[in-house]
T-cell receptor, first 115, second 110 residues
Framework: AQSVAQPEDQVNVAEGNPLTVKCTYSVSGNPYLFWYVQYPNRGLQFLLKYITGDNLVKGSYGFEAEFNKSQTSFHLKKPSALVSDSALYFCAVRDKRSSASKIIFGSGTRLSIRP | DGGITQSPKYLFRKEGQNVTLSCEQNLNHDAMYWYRQDPGQGLRLIYYSQIVNDFQKGDIAEGYSVSREKKESFPLTVTSAQKNPTAFYLC?????????FGPGTRLTVL
């Protein structure tokens, strides 16, 4: 069975500091991994994905994530946080071997960037 | 929010009434999904459809129904059997990769 864990409900960072939002996953086979961001009363926006290849994936708005197979992690990172990065972030996983196209989402991490 | 539209943005319903939420996509995606989001919680899958005229129950399908008569449309009906329907409903579509989401419909039961 597939599952995703986001161990932190909230992450607080000062503007200009680096940020990390943690994600670990469990799938039977190899994973497709995704990060999404949600602003209040809006749908989810796609940030980045890992399919195959380079373990460091770069995405929208200066975000990046590193796939670590041995630790089954896919942490989201940004070198310098902006106040406008404050939002709800979701990690998601899909098993490559699965014929179904559905994705499993984590419970979300609220990122708060203070000026 | 890409090429996926949801309507209405806000919806109010009296107890005991059925209500239908609209979801349309112009991305030519085969798969479409409905999720429910409650305050402080993640997304829970209600129904999904991988192809026209076919759909599968997700994790919380009780009290909901869907249809997929056209590739671009996947309406969700919240029936009176749904005991706690007040929530934010999100529609999404995909090929085999990432999902693209609509702007959501906030349903409130009065």
């Amino acid at each position: 069975a597939q599952s995703v864990a986001q161990p932190e409900d909230q992450v607080n960072v000062a503007e200009g500091n680096p940020l990390t939002v943690k994600c670990t996953y469990s799938v039977s086979g190899n994973p497709y991994l995704f990060w999404y961001v949600q602003y209040p009363n809006r749908g989810l926006q796609f940030l980045l994905k890992y399919i195959t290849g380079d373990n460091l994936v770069k995405g929208s708005y200066g975000f990046e994530a590193e796939f670590n197979k041995s630790q089954t992690s896919f942490h989201l990172k940004k070198p310098s946080a902006l106040v406008s990065d404050s939002a709800l972030y979701f990690c998601a996983v899909r098993d490559k071997r699965s014929s179904a196209s559905k994705i499993i989402f984590g419970s979300g991490t609220r990122l708060s960037i203070r000026p | 929010d890409g090429g996926i539209t949801q309507s209405p943005k806000y919806l109010f319903r009296k107890e005991g009434q059925n209500v239908t939420l609209s979801c349309e996509q112009n991305l030519n995606h085969d798969a479409m999904y409905w999720y429910r989001q409650d305050p402080g919680q993640g997304l829970r899958l209600i129904y999904y459809s991988q192809i026209v005229n076919d759909f599968q129950k997700g994790d919380i399908a009780e009290g909901y129904s869907v249809s997929r008569e056209k590739k671009e449309s996947f309406p969700l009906t919240v029936t009176s059997a749904q005991k706690n329907p007040t929530a934010f409903y999100l529609c999404a579509s995909s090929t085999r990769g990432e999902q693209f989401f609509g702007p959501g419909t906030r349903l409130t039961v009065l």
